[in-house]
């Protein structure tokens, strides 16, 4: 399990493009790592859409917005031309970071246990350490939410 407190895990992914993605070279910026189930599906599009509507003030508070599903790089990049999407998605299609962020994991589905992502969302600091873990999330509201508590972290 995550904690607050501990370093955050490293990894290199590749992003939409099929560059690199190395969390230790974001070493010195916050970083909202966001872990999310399928390209394009309702409540995922609803979550990116509305990171993407904050990435000016995520910015501005010196963080990296990072999605991670076990979705290919180019369904990645479909979905980002689709709708306009800013934030960094990055593919992990063995699940490895997702195991080690306890993103990946059995959940019910219609009544039935499936292993499968689960929404969730790591905010690490610029030292690399967890600074916050919401384990579940419900997709809207969410990027709002992980913006106040960033907020509430710098002050």
């Not at 290199?12 to 099929?18: A, F, M, P």
């Not at 499936?114 to 809207?140: C, F, Q, Y």
């Amino acid at each position: 399990m995550i904690k607050p407190g501990e370093k955050a895990p490293d990894f290199t992914l590749k992003d939409s493009e099929g560059n690199p993605v190395k969390l230790s070279d974001m070493k010195g910026s916050w970083v909202v790592l966001y872990f999310y189930p399928r390209d394009a599906t309702p409540g995922c599009t609803t979550e990116a859409t509305q990171f993407t509507a904050y990435m000016k003030d995520f910015t501005k508070m010196g963080a990296e917005v990072l999605g991670v599903s076990a979705d290919s790089c180019d369904s990645h990049q479909r979905f980002m031309v689709k709708f306009d999407l800013k934030v960094k998605l990055l593919s992990d299609p063995q699940h490895k970071v997702l195991e080690r962020y306890s993103a990946w994991g059995s959940k019910k589905i219609a009544g039935k246990v499936l292993m499968g992502i689960n929404r969730s969302t790591v905010l690490i600091d610029p030292e690399g350490k967890v600074a916050h873990h919401w384990p579940r999330v419900k997709a809207d509201g969410h990027a709002e939410e992980v913006k106040a508590k960033l907020t509430e972290l710098q002050k």
